[in-house]
């Protein structure tokens, strides 16, 4: 499925620019509060949104059978002709996924996928640094994986990060942060971006798209004591990670019979819970019954 499509053949809505300020002021709000919190400048973030339009028109919106030019890549933008000259071709940035978080990601899955490296219950077991034979081991975990790198090396770096504990029996223990990506793990930044574009990218195919695509779901109560909401929340949690691993297991099992090819496919749950957001949407109305806010395709 090539989701870049519906930007290209969808037109554009009925007055879609003004229904699409509310959400996007609510939308970028957090990030606006990483920007300021990690030190992004309003005048850098500009410059970057301007490069993002000229990419983005230049690129996802062509005319069919026609060169695009500066003049419809402006009209599009609304950025000068003469800077729409200058950005052309520079560039955006990219969707690369760094060796490191890659290798730890595919590793750690089949760890928990993999019917050798897990227990009756699917949990991830133990494993020695070597062993005699088939008998599943560490090295033999980074072997599945990849060649190019040491298990060693892999190892080390993986005990730096808290990743993996060694036991008493000298045996690697995969700890629960290796699901998360800890405060000075510089993963999270690639996560933050792959993650987010994933989820908006979804949202907005079922925005603007023809036909439903993207299942894009969430279950929410407001006006509860924040006690059930602790407790939901952490329910919640452990809902999350079970599917999680379950997605995980399939996939990882049918990796051995797929071709291979250029496509991907990303499964993610989110989580959010607080007292009372900055619109104040948590006091609003009485207590709701279980809905479901956006919908999987459609323009509603």
């Known amino acids: 499925m090539n989701a870049k499509s519906g930007s290209k ?15 996007l002021a609510r ?23 301007r490069e993002l339009f000229v990419n983005v028109a230049e690129h996802d919106f062509p005319l069919e059978g026609k060169e695009q030019t500066d003049s419809r890549v402006s009209l599009l933008t609304g950025i000068h002709r003469k800077e729409v000259a200058r950005l052309r071709g520079a560039g955006a940035p990219v ?48 072997a599945s994986v990849t060649k190019d790198v040491r298990p060693r090396a892999v190892l080390d770096e993986w005990v730096d990060r808290k990743l993996v504990n060694i036991n008493e029996n000298d045996e ?3 700890v629960e942060a290796a699901f998360v990506p800890s405060g000075g793990d510089d993963s999270k930044w690639h996560y933050l971006g792959r993650n987010l574009h994933d989820h908006i990218a979804a949202a907005e195919q079922n925005v603007s798209g023809a036909a439903p695509r993207f299942l ?45 090819g250029d496509a991907r496919w990303n499964f993610g749950i989110y989580i959010y819970s607080e007292d009372a957001d900055e619109e104040g949407e948590a006091k609003e109305g009485s207590k709701e019954s279980s809905k479901e806010s956006g919908k999987e395709g459609g323009s509603s």
């Open 9 to 23: 053949a969808a037109a554009p809505q009925p007055n879609a620019a003004e229904k699409l300020h509310a959400p």
């Open 27 to 49: 939308l970028l709000r957090p990030l606006v509060r990483l920007c300021i919190r990690s030190g992004m400048t309003f005048p850098a973030l500009a410059q970057l949104l």
């Open 95 to 142: 969707n690369e996924t760094p060796a490191a978080v890659s290798l730890t990601s595919a590793v750690i899955a089949r760890w928990l996928a993999a019917p050798e490296f897990t227990d009756a219950k699917g949990e991830p077991v133990a494993l020695p640094r070597t062993a005699e034979g088939d008998s599943p081991s560490f090295e033999q975990l980074v």
């Open 172 to 174: 690697i223990e995969l």
């Open 216 to 260: 894009e779901r969430a279950v929410h109560y407001n006006n509860i004591s924040p006690k059930l909401a602790r407790r939901l929340e952490a329910r919640s949690r452990e809902l999350a990670m079970d599917a999680l691993k379950t997605a995980n297991r399939e996939a990882n099992r049918a990796l051995a019979k797929d071709k291979g």
